[in-house]
């Protein structure tokens, strides 16, 4: 079950839609600018987050708007995006440190 939601988590479209949430609820015709793909495809993605149980929908007249099931799930994003920012810090410090060659000539 662990893999399974973490597997959720693993692509690009549904974490832009998990971060769109993590600031407001929003109709799905305020999020396909904001993921760039298409509409059959982003409702493909929302029924992915949907049986997850990480989104919730609620039809309002013709649109249907979509919200976060637990402020958890954004504080998630929130923790996550730390980590990465740490990782991706310390590759950079990596890169900065100078590497020493070895003459072969020797």
């Keep these: 079950m662990k893999a399974d939601f973490f597997k959720t988590l693993g692509h690009p479209v549904r974490i832009r839609v998990l971060e ?11 999020m396909l600018p904001e993921v760039g793909i298409e509409p059959a495809n982003l409702s493909q993605q929302l029924a992915v987050l949907r049986r997850t149980g990480l989104v919730t929908a609620r039809r309002e ?4 708007t979509y919200a976060l099931t ?4 954004a504080e998630l994003l929130r923790v ?3 980590i990465l920012t740490n990782v991706v810090a310390g590759q950079a410090e990596l890169l900065e440190e100078p590497v020493l060659v ?4 020797r």
């Design 20 to 30: 769109l949430l993590s600031e407001r609820d929003h109709a799905v015709s305020e």
């Design 61 to 64: 007249g013709l649109s249907v």
């Design 70 to 73: 637990s402020p958890q799930v």
């Design 80 to 82: 996550a995006r730390a």
């Design 102 to 105: 070895q003459d072969s000539a």
